[in-house]
């Protein structure tokens, strides 16, 4: 039994009437009433009652429409779904957030999202550090990460969104806040909070970094693996800290930001993901999210290749 011929009777059934079903359906009268009778012996049961001036339904036709129009509604549907799955408008995205990125881009990005695609269902994990979504990513648990690079992955294509500046973060009491700027060597006395160490974070190794270019190896006191974690560590004055300017967004009392006169950082945000040609609804994410970053700070998106490696976050002295 084929949908065409469901199609058919469903369409002779409402016009009871060939010439009105074959006018509806643009095809020649002969033919359908042909395709009706080998429906009605592929199932067995006569469907319409043919007099000279009418056509109405038997009783086996009558549930026979009722069933079949179910079917056809839910064929319809099934053609839908599919097109819209074949252009990334339907189904299920996990999208994975780094600490300060679930302060500052996830809200408008997922709304922006949404928007767009409102039969996506978008599953969020927020504030996971870099090593956590690449294994995530290799292990099919997220769809998308936006991370902190490097990723040196097999399979794992990551593209820089953005570069921002790299700050102080400290308490709010703490004595260096009378100065508008700091210098890194200002802090070498201090105590440090910092992301995870093992496996390293990419803030973890921007810190270590820089810090020992100014001639100094930083005091780790206690890792934070959450932003707002670390930011609660530093608004106890625990510790200094150093993060991308973008966790301003997360607004702990007691904790403030200062700008690095020197040396001058910046650390990228990145979109991390598998081959996106055989996921529509990766591409669609992939626009999105680059859409929306030029549209905030005017940057254009990076390609860059998948297990390059390189220093990908910067120190300027």
């Known amino acids: 039994m084929e949908l065409r011929h469901i199609r058919y009777f469903v369409a002779v059934a409402e016009e009871r009437s060939f010439t009105g079903a074959a006018a509806r359906l643009n095809v020649a009268q002969s ?14 049961v006569e469907l319409f009652i043919r007099t ?3 056509v109405s339904l038997t009783y086996a036709g009558g549930v026979f429409y009722e069933r079949m129009t179910s079917l056809l509604g839910d064929a319809e549907q099934g053609v839908d779904a599919a097109r819209k799955a074949a252009r ?24 922006a999202h949404l ?57 709010s ?11 890194l060597s200002d802090l070498r006395n201090e105590w440090f909070i910092t992301y995870p160490t093992s496996p390293p974070s990419t803030l973890s190794m921007l810190m270590q970094e820089a810090c020992e270019r100014v001639g100094f190896v930083p005091r780790v006191r206690q890792e934070a693996s959450d932003s707002a974690a670390l930011v609660a560590l530093v608004a106890a004055d625990m510790g200094v800290a150093l993060v991308p300017a973008s966790l301003r967004h997360l607004g702990i009392n007691g904790a403030t930001f200062r700008p690095l006169r020197s040396p001058r950082m910046t650390v990228p945000l990145a979109l991390a993901y598998r081959d996106p040609a055989t996921n529509p609804l990766v591409r669609r994410f992939l626009e999105t999210a ?16 998948p297990h390059h490696d390189e220093d990908h976050f910067s120190i300027t002295m």
């Not at 009491?173 to 210098?183: F, G, V």
């Not at 929306?292 to 998106?301: D, G, L």
Request: hydrophobic content about 40%; charged content about 25%.
């Open 173 to 183: 009491r703490h004595p260096t806040t009378n100065k508008r700027e700091l210098d």
């Open 88 to 111: 990334g408008e339907l189904g299920k995205l996990a999208v994975g957030f780094t600490g300060s990125a679930t302060y500052e881009l996830l809200p408008t990005l997922v709304r």
């Open 52 to 54: 000279t001036r009418s």
């Open 290 to 305: 680059r859409a929306i970053v030029r549209s905030r700070e005017n940057v254009e998106a990076v390609p860059t290749v």
């Open 115 to 171: 928007d767009r695609y409102p039969e996506v269902a978008l599953d969020v994990r927020s504030d996971l550090v870099t090593p956590a979504q690449v294994q995530r990513l290799l292990d099919g648990d997220l769809t998308v990460g936006v991370l902190r690079p490097p990723v040196h992955a097999p399979g794992i294509a990551v593209e820089i969104i953005r570069h921002e500046p790299v700050v102080a973060l400290l308490a």
């Open 31 to 44: 033919p359908l009433s042909q395709q009706i009778r080998k429906l009605e012996r592929e199932i067995g």
